[in-house]
Structure formats: C-alpha cells, structure tokens
C-alpha cells in the first residue's frame, strides 16, 4: 500500500502468487508498471486510490506498507510521498487501523513508520497495543531529537541553497517543538491476524529497519504469548530463545525479610520489555550455570544465604534441566564455572 515505484513491491513478487501495488499517485503506478514488465514480472498489478479503496472487501496474505511519515509544518510545500500531517503518523495509523480487515485468517500485515514524543517518553503509545483478532509488535528504534530530525530531514533542501536548507530546517524544528514531538524514532509495526490476540510494544537499540526480520518478529510474539500465557520458566526459555547468549538483568522484589522473594527478569535490549517472575532459586541455577548469559544484577540483589533461603532443589533442576534441553544454555567448555552458590553445587551440578 503506497507502493511508489515498486521497490519493496516487486522484491517480496519474487513469493507471491499476485502481488497488488496500491498508490494514491498514479504517476507511481506508471512507474511500478514499467519496473515490472523490465523486471519480468507477470503477476503484479497496479490499483489507484486512497488506502484501501482499492481493494475493498479483499483479504490478503501479506499486506505492506512504507506510507509518508514525517511530520509536516503547515507551510511547507505539499509532498504526497512524504507527508505524514502534522505528527508525522496520520496515515500509517489509518493503515494499521484498517489492516485487520484485510488479513486472510494467519496472515501478516508489516507496516513502517515514525514516532514522536515528548521526553518523558509518550512514544511507546505506538500502536502495539492489542486489538481484536490479532497480535501485533510494534518494534520502536533509537530515537532522534527535534534537532537531529530537522537538520537530517531538511537535506534535500540543500541543491536550492545554504539559505533555504537553513530556513526549512528551523520551520521543521518550530513545528516538531509546536507538537510535542522533542523525540522522533522509526518504528516497524507487526501484525498478525489470529484468534488469539495480544499486543506489544518493544524498544531496541538498533535501527529497527535495517536489521528488521519478519521471522523474528514473528517468534517475538510467539514467545510473548507464551511468557503472558504462563509465567513459567518454560515460558522463560521459548523467550530468552530470542535473546540467548545476551544479557539477562535481574533484581530481587519482595519485602526483603526472606519470605516471598524472587527475582524479576528482564530479557535484553530489543527483546522484551516486561519482566518474569521466578524463584531466587532457579537464578541461583542460571548464575552457577553461566555459559552463553550474562547476568547482571539490578537495585537489591540478595543471593542466597548461607542460612539457606531461596533453598534450590527440584526447581533447580528443573530450570536446569529444561533450559539445557532448550538448548538455550550450552556451557561453551568445560572448564570449570565460577564458584557456584553452595545451596546451587549441593543440587544438580554446575555444568
Ligand atoms: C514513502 S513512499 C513509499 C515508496 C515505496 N515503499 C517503494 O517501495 O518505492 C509513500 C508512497 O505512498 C503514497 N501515498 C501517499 N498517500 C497515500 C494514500 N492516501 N493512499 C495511498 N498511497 C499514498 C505516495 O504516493 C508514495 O508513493
């Protein structure tokens, strides 16, 4: 949907059986026409309109979409490939809004785009939250400042000049601090058409467009029903799968007086926001274990203590035993690990 000149369209007709460009433009589509038949493509067709007007009451497998998305000052002169209104997120919102509908029963809709904030962070509102019928991952990338945004956005405006660069430049920025939007990051939005909803918004370091992998995303949500469906360790592994070899931060809740204590994980950067609760026990396991995570401890850790709390036994190998059948953990050598917990070597081994 907006498929411009076909870039994106005709690299995923290579799969498809028929691939449907849509565009409001349809000097793009002439575009799109003329690349395919010199690419040799047979089984890609253009429809003109506005969003899914062209394809009313039509379901498809895969649905894509790059729709304009930068924020756009009132007076800056109109550009329908880029202009997104005036927070920048008009029209992929009304994608990701009408997606569902056009979904065929597993089918996945990938729709890319940006997202502004203020600094205190309002950006995860993003659109990863759950809706009927479908789970979706909104995968949020490092953002920019206004600034940043401005001087990189405006560059196009340089072949008219260092005084039109400049002056574009500082309309982008008194629009974007108008808006609210101090922060401005890309964002890659995942939606999957299932009876069993559930939706997720996830941070990551990277740029989220360079390195996005529709797979992965895939086995993002899979693990993330699995953590919400079960808070088990089980549940644990399908996610950490996702991370392994990465970093794992844990800190101890509970009200510090030995009773109820266990420890909260949190998956790494680009993973998984939320946290697991598991007994202090099994991340005594993981710690002795080592091999491919690296722990790290958060706020007020208590290991266990020489008295014994958090005592491991059968949840120990339990963890133990299921995270290797995971194949999640592998002890690399078998060197010996670090000293383990004396509670943890008394159980199932350290290695
Ligand atoms: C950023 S370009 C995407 C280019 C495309 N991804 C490619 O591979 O070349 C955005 C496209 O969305 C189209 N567009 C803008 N508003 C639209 C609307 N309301 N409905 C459909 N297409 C729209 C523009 O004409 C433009 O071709």
Known sequence: MGCGAGAILLHLARGAAIAVGTDINPRAGAFLVLNARLNGFDNVEF??????????????????????????????????????????????????????????????????????????????????????????????????????????????????????????????????????????????????????????????????????????ALRHIDARLALEESASTTSFVAAADLAAATLIRYRSVGAGDGRDESAHLHLPRGALRRGLEMPLAEWDALEALGGGIELRHEGDWRPVDAAGRGEPGAAVAGAMTRLFEAGLLVVQERAPLAPAPAAVSAGQGGD
């Open 47 to 216: 429809r003109c309109g506005d969003l899914f007007a062209p394809v009313a009451g039509e379901r498809f497998d895969l649905l894509v979409s790059q729709p304009p998305f930068m924020p756009t000052p009132p007076a800056a002169s109109p550009a329908v490939f880029r202009d997104g209104g005036a927070r920048g997120d008009g029209l992929w919102r009304k994608v990701v809004a009408g997606a569902p509908d056009h979904l065929t029963e597993g089918g996945v809709a990938v729709i890319v785009g940006e997202i502004g904030g203020g600094i205190s962070g309002h950006l995860s509102q993003a659109g990863g939250e759950p809706r009927d019928g479908c789970q979706s991952l909104c995968l949020i990338g490092q953002p920019v400042s206004a600034e940043e945004y401005a001087i990189r956005a405006s560059i196009g405006a340089l072949k008219h000049g260092y005084a039109r660069y400049r002056g574009d430049v500082r309309m982008l920025l008194r629009h974007l601090r108008a808006c609210g939007l101090d922060l401005l990051a890309p964002l890659v939005l995942t939606i999957r058409r299932t009876a069993q909803a559930g939706g997720w918004t996830l941070r990551s370091d990277k740029d989220v467009w360079e390195d996005f992998d529709l797979d992965h």
